[in-house]
């Protein structure tokens, strides 16, 4: 039986939030370099979770704050990821 569950996002009050789903473990890497080429000032922090393997939150960013915020959020969000990894299986 599929479980939905809210989860709390936390982040500074000043900050924007992007949420999303890939599948390639480059993509924090990838993300950095776009936000890092394309607003050379912006301060930012990225985490992601693997869904497979060790299950790492691997994470980037400028700001150390940041990316603690980010990684927190992304652990948080971590159950939601696991109980749909069945479903995609199914595609």
Same mark, same amino acid.
């Given at each position: 039986?599929l479980q939905m569950?809210?989860?709390?996002?936390?982040?500074?009050?000043?900050?924007?939030?992007?949420?999303?789903?890939?599948?390639?473990?480059?993509?924090?890497?990838?993300l950095y370099e &776009? !936000?890092?080429?394309?607003?050379?000032? /912006?301060?930012?922090?990225? *985490?992601?979770?693997?869904? %497979?393997?060790?299950?790492?939150?691997?994470?980037?960013?400028?700001?150390?704050?940041?990316?603690?915020? &980010? !990684?927190?959020?992304?652990?948080?969000? /971590?159950?939601?990821?696991? *109980?749909?990894?069945?479903? %995609?299986?199914?595609?």
């Open positions: 039986m569950k809210a989860v709390r996002m936390e982040f500074p009050a000043d900050a924007n939030i992007i949420v999303g789903q890939s599948h390639f473990i480059k993509t924090v890497e990838d &776009a !936000v890092a080429t394309s607003v050379p000032q /912006a301060k930012f922090g990225l *985490a992601f979770n693997e869904s %497979s393997g060790a299950c790492l939150t691997r994470t980037e960013g400028n700001d150390q704050t940041l990316r603690d915020t &980010a !990684v927190r959020n992304a652990q948080a969000l /971590a159950c939601m990821a696991a *109980a749909m990894r069945p479903l %995609s299986r199914l595609r």
